[in-house]
Nanobody, 123 residues
């Protein structure tokens, strides 16, 4: 089972940018599809973005297209989430996740999870 550790969260003003990183353990990182979810206080965990094992396919929540970009570096066992033009409503704990099954947009579609990293966007 892959283990995931997120980093890069923090406090940023509205309109700013952050890049989250997720480092994965193990030698089979390039066989996993990777994804990002987020969970705001009092809300359910929601899909943000996903990337296929090869990096050739990416998927985004419709509301985030154009502001967020997911990428991966299989040589570094790392997946990234570049977040631009951040808004206060982007405030949440962001979770990295992985799966070897088909990419889906629900929590149940994914198997391993990181501990999360807090992103706070001030107005």
């Amino acid at each position: 089972q892959v283990q995931l550790v997120e980093s890069g969260g923090g406090l940023v003003q509205a309109g700013g940018s952050l890049r989250l990183s997720c480092a994965a353990s193990g030698r089979t990182f390039n066989t996993y599809h990777m994804g990002w979810f987020r969970q705001a206080p009092g809300k359910e965990r929601e899909f943000v973005a996903a990337i296929s094992w090869s990096g050739g396919n990416t998927y985004y929540a419709d509301s985030l297209k154009g502001r967020f970009t997911i990428s991966r570096d299989n040589a570094k066992n790392t997946v990234y989430l570049q977040m631009n033009s951040l808004k206060p409503e982007d405030t949440a704990v962001y979770y990295c996740t992985s799966t070897t099954r088909l990419i889906g947009t629900t929590v149940a579609d994914w198997t391993a999870w990181g501990q999360g990293t807090q992103v706070t966007v001030s107005s």
